[in-house]
């Protein structure tokens, strides 16, 4: 290594402007090629480092964190580096042509992605691959690969649908704060059911848009998919669990439920908003656990609906859809409200309940606007106490 450093030394140590041209065209050459050796030599000792786990020592959980940290280098260089390092253990032609100065490490990089892409097919066409980008420019070689690629998909997809099938999978699970992440792979029958069903939902919305709605598209979708999901628990064949319909369940104290306070819990992702149990019991099943202690319940009653189904009837013929001002929501996607709650006294009457669709019912619930009854009729308000106009009065 001192040899290196004092090879270096002495390149350094020329004075260039006073070299012939041709003379600093083959130096820059005879440079170009070895900073080239020296990269891979730099990489095999990195694969080395890699396969010993010696960044473990400090703390560092992969060689890519060891060398950012250590060296200063961009996480996704370092990534890079590592990932290029270790394929180059796997590639004998790519390597012996790197050693004959056949190769630049942009080819290199080009060659490492198409293995990426399929490592076994590309065992079978390395060599072939190599010799492309022997002769060819950096541009013509990326081309190559590229219909290399799409060949070799086209093979797997004749042969194996099965195998892209058997992809699939779908995760959710609970995160910080209640959240529930989602992600996954739907195969492509799968994939086109969900995509239509949520641009169902998107386009049923984008008919009935309020102005002040400022959700992102992403957010969209993710309302959309809970509107799906929801619409499917709503439907009465579903089949039944553990001898219930599933449903979504809300544990809450009666304090909770009058709204002064105190703990409401959903049975999968755990602690929620008062409010948004409260506007959950709006319209639900109730079924009333008296408890000895913190966690001893004395007497269970049975199960009731909130809004006996006959009464819930009639509040969907009398209002048809959501009766927020300009929302004409069908009434598959509303709840009836009580407006006054059940929990506080509020008659589980017609005249008490009014259908708002769910977006408009958090609103409700979440008192970005009021909503009174005045003279027998619902009155919708803004903060500042301003009328909402109905412009379509049912
Ligand atoms: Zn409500
Ligand atoms: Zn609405």
Redesign the pocket.
Known sequence: MSELRSAIEGLRSEVLAELPDAWIEEDFAELQRAAELLEVERLRRLAEIDRRATFQRDGHLSAASWLASTFKVAWGTAREQVRIAKALEDMPETRRALDEGDLSMSAVRVLVAARDADRDAFQGSESALVDAARIHSMQDLQRVAAYWRQAVEREHALDSDDKVRAQRRLHASVTFLGMVRVDGHLDPETGETLLTALSAVLDAESRSRDEDDNRTPAQRRADALGEICRQWLDLADRPSVGGEKPHVTVTMSVDALRGDGGAAELDHVGPVGSETA??L???ASIRRVVMAGPSEPLDVGRQTPVIPSGMRRAVIIRDRHCRFPGCDRPHTWC????IV?WAQGGPTAAQNLLL?CRRH?TM??ERRFRLDLLDGRPVFRRHDGSVLEDRAPP
Do not use: G, K, Y
């Open positions: 409260r506007r019991a709006c319209d709840n009836p409200h009580h709650h708002l019912h409700i619930h």
